[in-house]
């Protein structure tokens, strides 16, 4: 009952914008109170047309009114909510500040439910009726509720624009097209409509298309997704029983040599205790004799001694003393140093196992690679620093600069003896090994340096040593006024523009390999579209004394 008589007061204290009880009121100068926030936000959207107005009763206001908080209103508000004053219930058929308010409503307005395009006017539920039954109204143009009627206006002749300027791109008014736009291409906005219509339809199918083309390729990644984690599982799962049944070997041949060990440990001991043991009892025998001897040596009768010398027992050879040769303390050394050998070759295997083992995982590339860069600015993003190798280098070639210079000198160079060093072509490889997108630039002399790049285990010896002679070496031959490129003895001719600076380009997972001519451009000399299986060297080759080349600093 309580709640029924407070029913009016809900009402005349609710703002009717948020229908909410008033929080601080204000009062226009039409009467009708609101929420302060809520309509300083209803007008904020009205600024753009320089008119302000009241939701309830449409008054307008110009300016835009300074409103003030009515201390009187929220006091009385506040003893009310004392009382147990709450709320208003929503009445969602009533328009909120997002919503089209109907056009037709007086007081408080109603939601509208369509617009009309020909009244340029939104309709509630209850003004709309007309347009279905009056038969003139039938047949104006009905869309969703839009806060956007007025742009549909001409604001020069305040006529509907029905009409549309292709010359311009514009849409226009039937005024429009008799003034400044005769003579232009005009149609009626609902020809252009049906122009623009087609043209989306064709558009959306195109989208669609392409909709259906990315759905097919997301579902192939999704697939190559559980392909790569499923290879991925399999692989780690095969590697760690293969590294498991390595280092149980290791374990077991560990075991072996320690058993080994300890079993001819024990062998030897027992030997050298047994010979020990006989010399031992030798010893004891020869201390009974020698007391014998001396107790005769003290006979003072000449007569006693002669008698008992006869009867003295014969000394015999020891049967252990010309056997025993004690060698130098070298035991079980040489087991030391051959499992040590053991293990260096094991880590030289693991090394450069390891490298392949690397090689194919970082090779595997589902997605297509980089593309190759088309300026001098997209290579230096791949710059790298190059130096070549002392223990590599041919002993008459001379390395400078931070080893990036290389010079073919009259006289051999004071180089230590290695395995890896070039002994019959004048030949030098990078310390450096290159794998994924690498860029170098090589500054030389025009009398025939060469540039390569080479597999580690090419030969270092004869014939089947020299760059592009073999099937693990790519080189270009940089000759006084023309290149060739060789690959396993094969040779090809380049014509291009001759530089003393070639850039090499090299994408070693997409087997790319590329030479460019560097000047104020640069040319592409040649490209290679191969495999490479193993990480590559940079290498040199010089055939006239006081060549040079050297790796030019990027920046």
């Known amino acids: 009952m309580a709640q029924q008589e407070n029913q009016p007061d809900r009402l005349k204290f609710s703002c009717s914008i948020c229908l909410d009880l008033l929080k601080d009121p204000v009062t226009s100068s039409c009467g009708h109170s609101y929420c302060m926030n809520c309509i300083e936000t209803f007008w904020d959207g009205e600024d753009q047309k320089g008119i302000h107005s009241c939701p309830q009763c449409r008054k307008t206001f110009v300016p835009r009114p300074v409103l003030?908080?009515?201390?009187?209103?929220?006091?009385?508000?506040?003893?009310?909510?004392?009382?147990?004053?709450?709320?208003?219930?929503?009445?969602?058929?009533?328009?909120?500040?997002?919503?089209?308010?109907?056009?037709?409503?007086?007081?408080?307005?109603?939601?509208?439910?369509?617009?009309?395009?020909?009244?340029?006017?939104?309709?509630?539920?209850?003004?709309?009726?007309?347009?279905?039954d009056v038969a003139p109204l039938k047949?104006?143009?009905?869309?969703?509720?839009?806060?956007?009627?007025?742009?549909?206006?001409?604001?020069?002749?305040d006529e509907v624009m029905k009409m549309f300027c292709r010359t311009d791109q514009k849409r226009i008014c039937y005024l429009c097209s008799v003034d400044e736009h005769?003579?232009?291409?005009?149609?009626?906005?609902?020809?252009?409509?049906?122009?623009?219509?087609?043209e989306l339809e064709v558009k959306q199918k195109k989208i669609q298309h392409l909709i259906q083309d990315r759905e097919k390729d997301v579902k192939l990644l999704q697939q190559e997704v559980e392909a790569i984690n499923h290879s991925a599982d399999k692989t780690v799962e095969d590697s760690e029983k293969i590294f498991t049944e390595l280092i149980r070997l290791l374990q077991k041949r560990s075991s072996d040599v320690k058993q080994q060990i300890r079993s001819q440990q024990e062998t030897e001991v027992s030997r050298v205790k047994d010979v020990q043991e006989k010399l031992e009892q030798e010893i004891t025998e020869l201390k009974r004799k020698d007391a014998e001897l001396e107790q005769l040596s003290h006979t003072e009768d000449h007569n006693q001694f002669l008698l008992n010398y006869p009867s003295l027992p014969a000394l015999s050879e020891s049967t252990h003393s010309s056997s025993i040769n004690i060698r130098p303390l070298r035991h079980f050394e040489d087991v030391t140093a051959a499992v040590s050998e053991l293990r260096e070759k094991l880590q030289d295997v693991l090394r450069d196992?390891?490298?392949?083992?690397?090689?194919?995982?970082?090779?595997?590339?589902?997605?297509?690679?980089?593309?190759?860069?088309?300026?001098?600015?997209?290579?230096?993003?791949?710059?790298?620093?190059?130096?070549?190798?002392?223990?590599?280098?041919?002993?008459?070639?001379?390395?400078?600069?931070?080893?990036?210079?290389?010079?073919?000198?009259?006289?051999?160079?004071?180089?230590?003896?290695?395995?890896?060093?070039?002994?019959?072509?004048?030949?030098?490889?990078?310390k450096e090994s290159l794998t994924g997108c690498c860029y170098w630039e090589v500054e030389k002399t025009e009398t025939g340096v060469h540039l390569a790049v080479a597999c580690k285990n090419i030969s270092r010896t004869g014939m089947e040593?020299?760059?592009?002679?073999?099937?693990?070496?790519?080189?270009?031959?940089?000759?006084?006024?023309?290149?060739?490129?060789?690959?396993?003895?094969?040779?090809?001719?380049?014509?291009g523009p001759v530089s003393s600076r070639v850039g090499v380009f090299l994408n070693h997972r997409a087997g790319i390999l590329s030479f460019y001519s560097v000047s104020e451009s640069m040319t592409l000399l040649h490209r290679v579209q191969t495999s490479f299986t193993q990480p590559l060297l940079v290498g040199l080759r010089f055939f006239n004394c006081s060549e040079t080349a050297e790796f030019c600093k990027l920046t």
């Open 68 to 132: 003030e908080k009515n201390i009187m209103l929220a006091d009385l508000i506040e003893e009310l909510k004392k009382t147990g004053l709450q709320a208003a219930p929503a009445d969602h058929r009533y328009a909120g500040p997002e919503d089209v308010a109907c056009d037709f409503c007086t007081g408080r307005k109603q939601k509208a439910i369509k617009s009309c395009l020909v009244c340029l006017a939104s309709y509630c539920e209850k003004h709309l009726q007309p347009h279905y």
């Open 139 to 157: 047949k104006h143009k009905l869309v969703e509720p839009s806060k956007n009627l007025q742009e549909n206006i001409c604001s020069k002749h």
């Open 182 to 198: 005769k003579g232009h291409n005009t149609v009626s906005a609902a020809a252009e409509r049906a122009e623009r219509q087609r």
């Open 353 to 430: 196992s390891w490298t392949n083992i690397s090689l194919m995982v970082t090779g595997v590339d589902v997605l297509l690679a980089e593309p190759e860069p088309k300026s001098r600015d997209g290579f230096l993003r791949y710059s790298c620093a190059i130096t070549m190798d002392p223990n590599i280098a041919h002993t008459r070639l001379k390395l400078s600069e931070g080893n990036k210079k290389v010079t073919w000198m009259d006289q051999p160079q004071s180089y230590s003896s290695h395995p890896d060093r070039f002994g019959d072509l004048f030949q030098v490889l990078s």
């Open 465 to 495: 040593s020299r760059f592009g002679c073999n099937d693990k070496s790519w080189a270009l031959y940089c000759h006084q006024n023309a290149y060739y490129f060789w690959h396993n003895s094969i040779s090809t001719f380049i014509s």
